[in-house]
């Protein structure tokens, strides 16, 4: 079931489209990866999700009913412009947010206080946030996005302005919020964090939605059939020994073996390659070449009139 | 509407708190009493000699009035109305016109000048005539005491039955030598004083207001808000929260300058008054009945009534309660009205330098109204006058400087609908603005921009 859809939504600033007509199916439980070069709309969607901006057209949906006022109250948001009040102390800020989403001054407290052991920054509750570092700033910022612990949280670069510690405890805790059921929208440029962490993207270029399904389905449409070998003994180019509908893409050599990147037409199998080489070459390793996230969003946004594509 | 509160707790505790808050809290008194009491002392000192003739038909006061440094009196025998006509030429200040009383000892005299009678003049007149005529009350009372036709009572009936008023109306005559009533010294001051505290207070808490917005822009928290609650909440909270402050501190500036001033006045100012007025009491005190020992309230009595008990005579003939609630009304709409500009500016900018183009419309009519303020001051009631107090932008300024004088409830009440609707108007087209400026970032905006934005909907 989806926790959050958006049909055909549409939003025109006075001389361009922001979006146009994209939809958006985020199902409940997953993190869902909103993909895109800059200037593609994925922060007018994500506006139009966190009510901050109406749409022209379309309608959205949030856990069955459509999107309403009150629905703020369980949505999360950190924002990539984000930031503080620099001259409040960081306990009364905390404060502050926190029942601006609802929740009573009794509750806030008790919830803080027991974000702020668990991160270990008690003692900076009295501290004005502009006595702190950056990747201070922004534990702070991300723990009031999820002290009201909303249903659907929103990412938009989570990352940016982390060390790699702390990159690493913000997505245990990204991933901890998922356990508790907790459903995930998270744009990033980041493709090796959506190798990590997404189940499903949506690619949106020039304000449209032209990717969208789960990830393993996407890699797999976007497999090449490519597959490198690392063999040895044999010194001429592997291009002799194939037939004709095959491809070597490069061939090179390390200490120990030398290295192909082959590809088989379609309807071949690794079989086919097998049975072609293995009279001739003795074959250490074979594994398929699965395109990462990056090559697919590099693929799908110049490749040549990309077309949308929808695997669900 | 819970929401809303928190904003404005926000807003107005995070101000209260700053020290800069603290310090113009405790400076502003300062500033504003030595304002009051300033003037009041140079004037005292001010070695221009101002020559006053005098026709007292009653008599009582013939030699009475002391010349001193500044000011010196001359008898006319002349009746007034020849007294009237001559007296452009005679190049006197004023023209003070005691008219005769047939039973009672006179309470009231005339006043007449070519400008407005220096207040210290005026003073001094209401000083000398209150204390002649006290005297003259008093010095019956003792003789009938003396003669034993009356049964002696107690000293505060006798004080009671001897304190004296006097009314000086003050007159202007004109070129063509017709009379016009003066708007007295105090209308004056009061109503410029308070035009200028609304300027005052509008510049800085509506600058507040900006910067504010400003603020939460460049430190990017924006977002973060209003992905809680709606920009116009956001907006309207900081606009009430600032204007709280704004009241916070007009209250403890009024209560922190009257405990100045009434200090001040009553300890510094009227010692040499004092001294002199002790003086006089002791010895007509001592020329008439020499065996009575002095009771003391007598001294305090007089002792007030020359210090502080002046200033505030003159300020109890003002209307408080209406000067103090339109002076509220015309703050808070008038703040309510520019802040809601401010803030639509403060959104449509990256920075505090990006606003100068912004903010020259917004600054123009209440430049314009404090430089009209001196026209409007000599004539109250003239066109001028009306236009500015009932046009929304001006109104605030103009109309507090107008109040004093008295102004037709209509006119007041006209000029508080249109500015109501004025707050109205201004609100919605800063919200408009302030919703989509909030959330660019990096654009240089100018006002073909801001009418694109007036335009969207939602």
């Known amino acids: 079931m989806d926790l959050f859809s958006a049909i055909d939504v549409s939003k025109h600033y006075a001389n361009h489209k922001a979006l146009d007509k994209v939809s958006i199916n985020v199902p409940e439980g997953s993190i869902f990866g909103l993909l895109g070069p800059n200037g593609a709309g994925k922060t007018t969607l994500i506006r139009i999700i966190n009510q901050i901006i109406a749409p022209d057209e379309g309608d959205l949906f949030f856990r069955g009913h459509k999107l309403e006022a009150n629905d703020v109250a369980k949505i999360g948001y950190l924002p990539e412009e984000r930031g503080l009040y620099k001259k409040m102390t960081v306990g009364e800020q905390s404060m502050y947010l926190a029942q601006l989403k609802g929740l009573s001054r009794h509750e806030a407290q008790q919830r803080l206080n027991y974000w702020f052991e668990k991160f270990e920054i008690k003692n900076w509750w009295n501290r004005k946030v502009e006595e702190l570092s950056k990747g201070m700033q922004q534990k702070v910022q991300f723990l009031v996005t999820i002290i009201h612990e909303p249903t659907l949280l929103i990412f938009d670069e989570p990352f940016s302005g982390f060390d790699p510690i702390n990159t690493n405890l913000l997505k245990e805790e990204i991933l901890a919020q998922k356990d508790k059921g907790a459903t995930i929208i998270f744009s990033t440029h980041n493709m090796a964090s959506v190798e990590e962490l997404c189940d499903h993207i949506a690619l949106i270029n020039r304000s449209r939605v032209i990717l969208d399904g789960h990830v393993r389905d996407i890699k797999r449409a976007y497999k090449t059939n490519t597959y490198e070998i690392s063999y040895n003994t044999y010194e001429g180019n592997l291009r002799d020994l194939l037939p004709e509908t095959f491809e070597v893409l490069d061939q090179s050599r390390d200490i120990d073996h030398l290295h192909a990147r082959i590809r088989i037409p379609m309807d071949g199998t690794p079989n086919d390659l097998l049975k072609s080489l293995l009279p001739h070459v003795t074959i250490y390793a074979l594994h398929e070449l699965i395109p990462n996230m990056n090559d697919i969003f590099i693929n799908a946004v110049t490749g040549p009139n990309p077309q949308p594509v929808t695997l669900n | 509407m819970k929401k809303i509160f928190l904003i404005i707790q926000r807003e107005y505790l995070t101000r209260v708190r700053k020290r800069s808050f603290i310090v113009m809290t405790i400076l502003g008194p300062i500033l504003m009493a030595a304002v009051v009491v300033v003037p009041v002392y140079l004037a005292k000192r001010t070695n221009e000699t101002k020559t006053v003739a005098v026709i007292d ?91 034993g036709n009356k049964t002696p009572i107690s000293v505060d009936d006798i004080l009671r039955s001897v304190k004296t008023n006097v009314d000086i109306l003050t007159l202007k005559i004109g070129d063509d030598g017709k009379e016009e009533k003066s708007y007295t010294e105090v209308s004056m001051i009061l109503g410029m004083f308070a035009g200028i505290l609304i300027y005052f207070f509008i510049f800085m808490f509506g600058s507040q207001v900006m910067r504010g917005v400003i603020e939460e822009k460049t430190s990017r928290i924006v977002e973060v808000i209003i992905s809680s609650v709606k920009p116009f909440q956001l907006m309207m909270g900081k606009i009430i929260g600032v204007g709280m402050v704004g009241l916070t501190q007009f209250l403890l500036w009024v209560v922190l300058t009257f405990g100045i001033v009434t200090v001040v ?81 403060g959104g449509a900018v990256d920075s505090e330098a990006d606003t100068q183009q912004f903010m020259l419309p917004i600054t123009m009519p209440l430049i314009l109204a404090i430089v009209m303020a001196q026209f409007i001051i000599q004539d109250p009631e003239g066109p001028v006058a009306f236009w500015f107090s009932i046009i929304p932008l001006t109104s605030p300024v103009i109309m507090m400087i107008r109040i004093p004088f008295g102004v037709p409830y209509y006119q007041v009440i006209l000029s508080m609908v249109l500015l109501i609707l004025g707050f109205l108007a201004t609100t919605w087209l800063a919200s408009k603005i302030y919703r989509t400026g909030i959330l660019m970032y990096g654009k240089k905006v100018n006002y073909k921009e801001l009418w694109k934005w007036i335009r969207y909907k939602n």
């Open chain 2, 265 to 345: 006045t009553s300890t510094l100012a009227p010692k040499e008054i004092q001294k002199t007025a002790t003086e006089q009491i002791m010895k007509q005190n001592k020329s008439y009945n020499p065996n009575t020992i002095m009771p003391e309230g007598l001294e305090k009595t007089s002792e007030a009534k020359d210090g502080a008990g002046e200033v505030m005579e003159a300020l109890n003939s003002v209307n408080f309660p209406v000067m103090i609630g339109s002076f509220l009304f015309f703050f808070l709409f008038g703040y309510l009205m520019y802040a809601a500009l401010f803030a639509g500016i």
């Open chain 2, 57 to 147: 038909e009653t008599g009582i006061f013939f030699e009475k009035f002391k010349d001193s440094d500044n000011i010196k009196f001359h008898y006319l025998v002349s009746d007034i109305g020849t007294a009237k006509s001559n007296f452009r030429k005679s190049g006197d200040h004023a023209l003070l016109y005691i008219p005769k009383t047939d039973v009672t000892l006179p309470a009231n005299a005339i006043l007449y000048s070519e400008n407005s009678v220096n207040i210290n003049v005026k003073s001094y007149i209401r000083n000398v005539m209150s204390k002649q005529i006290e005297e003259l009350k008093l010095e019956a009372q003792l003789r009938a005491l003396q003669t």
